[in-house]
């Protein structure tokens, strides 16, 4: 971070994760596909980071047809996109986009076709993460409506989609994903179910960069007491919600009971021997939480509503509740910015719409490092996506076509020395 900050980095250089390497690595995979289709695309780095910027574009401006933008209608004209990039070249571009090797495909991962450049993402995100004490680990949805064998229903929003598997810092920074396969083709490690094995294997991300005193907060899907244990013995600090079928038939209160008592009201137990806390709390809604971490002191008071409209009322809260709620959310607080201006545009491939997401993702962990390094000078979300799609639109335009009008470039491409 101070490396980042002494830099002074403008939002393009921030969004450093599709660096050079893997725009060529793209540029190369895209036009040996299109040789192997027996059509010479010629595709240059220029065009795709045109592509990228349109793509970056549709977040927050939407059509109904994306031919939309190139029309010489009034109404629809967008003469950013239509100066920097033909129609007809988009379309072929987008057509023929691809990212691995067709002699090369892995047949046992559903996710080869964008394999290479997942592996070169989670290396740039873990590369540039900020460290932190605190994570959040729960399962995220990249929406896709086509036909896949990797598409099913979102436990939380019901939508169609492909579920990643997501570690991020408590403010949202994306630090490790993975596409959930299921079990067909994710082995689990032995004895252990395949969220336990997903969580473990985040956490060895986590100690890569060093042995710390990490904390995460685990979703309900994925805590028990079998993996609270064992992120202990690893030195890994943990807090989660659980269900009451994973908490190895701990002798707490009935559920039915404790809704009867008043709201504060709690049971909890503790395993001497694995260290690890089970607590029943009674909020608006009973809840179970499972720790290797906190326990239940400090109480402190806290504002809750109470029955009547606007009414609230003290409750006491325990110290691994507090703990949770204040910390937890890192992965929800990233699927709220992602969703806000998500890639709007669509291919025919199935793969298009993940690809779509991983650039999300990209932004929004370029942005969460602006937030940190610029201090003062920080723009929001939608400020920052705006920059970098005219930046990329403007610098990488096409100057060969006629025709095209002058006008004045109101961004830093204004000093690239192309095309003026």
């Given at each position: 971070?101070?490396?980042?900050r ?6 393009v250089?921030?969004?450093?994760f ?15 596909y ?12 220029q065009?795709?980071?045109c ?5 970056i574009?549709?977040?927050?401006i ?20 239509a ?14 986009l ?27 995100f ?16 990249c929406?896709?409506?086509?036909q ?6 979102s ?9 990643v598997w ?10 490790w994903f993975?596409p ?12 252990l179910?395949l ?12 100690q ?22 064992i ?24 559920p039915k ?20 806390i ?17 326990g239940i002191?400090?109480?402190?008071l ?7 409209a606007?009414?609230?009322?003290q ?23 992602m969703?806000?201006y ?22 929004n ?23 970098v799609?005219?930046v990329?639109?403007e610098?990488?335009?096409?100057t ?10 109101e961004?830093?491409?204004?000093f ?5």
């Amino acid at each position: 971070m101070e490396h980042l900050r002494s830099q002074e980095l403008s939002p393009v250089g921030l969004f450093e994760f599709f660096d050079e390497g893997t725009i060529n690595f793209i540029v190369n995979e895209t036009n040996r596909y299109a040789w192997q289709k027996n059509v010479h695309l010629g595709l240059t780095a220029q065009e795709l980071k045109c592509v990228l910027g349109i793509l970056i574009l549709s977040g927050y401006i939407s059509y109904p047809r994306r031919r939309m933008f190139w029309e010489t209608s009034p109404d629809s004209h967008h003469h950013l996109v239509a100066d920097a990039i033909r129609r007809d070249r988009f379309e072929l571009i987008f057509s023929y986009l691809h990212f691995v090797d067709n002699s090369e495909l892995d047949h046992s991962d559903r996710f080869t076709k964008v394999r290479p450049p997942l592996v070169r993402m989670n290396h740039s995100f873990q590369q540039h993460a900020p460290l932190d004490e605190f994570y959040s680990f729960g399962e995220s949805s990249c929406e896709y409506f086509g036909q896949s064998r990797s598409r099913r229903p979102s436990g939380r929003s019901g939508q169609l989609g492909c579920q990643v598997w997501c570690g991020t810092t408590s403010s949202g920074y994306l630090v490790w994903f993975e596409p959930s396969q299921g079990t067909l083709f994710t082995r689990p490690d032995g004895g252990l179910d395949l969220g336990t094995s997903m969580v473990l294997r985040f956490t060895d991300v986590l100690q890569e960069r060093g042995r710390l005193p990490y904390h995460i907060f685990i979703d309900e899907v994925f805590t028990s007491v079998q993996l609270m244990s064992i992120l202990r013995r690893r030195g890994v600090k943990a807090t989660g919600t659980v269900r009451d079928c994973r908490t190895e038939r701990c002798p707490l209160k009935d559920p039915k009971e404790l809704k009867k008592m008043r709201r504060g009201s709690f049971d909890y137990k503790v395993d001497e021997c694995e260290e690890v806390i089970v607590c029943r709390w009674r909020d608006s809604n009973v809840v179970t939480i499972c720790s290797n971490a906190a326990g239940i002191e400090p109480v402190r008071l806290s504002s809750r509503p109470a029955g009547a409209a606007g009414a609230r009322g003290q409750v006491r809260l325990r110290c691994l509740l507090q703990l949770y709620q204040e910390k937890a959310g890192g992965v929800g607080r990233m699927d709220q910015n992602m969703a806000r201006y998500r890639v709007r545009v669509r291919g025919t491939k199935w793969y298009s719409s993940f690809m779509g997401y991983v650039l999300d993702a990209a932004l929004n962990n370029a942005w969460q490092l602006h937030r940190i390094c610029c201090g003062n000078a920080q723009v929001d979300l939608l400020a920052f996506r705006r920059y970098v799609a005219c930046v990329y639109l403007e610098s990488n335009a096409d100057t060969s076509s006629q025709g095209r009008r002058g006008r004045r470039l109101e961004t830093e491409s204004r000093f690239d020395m192309i095309g003026h």
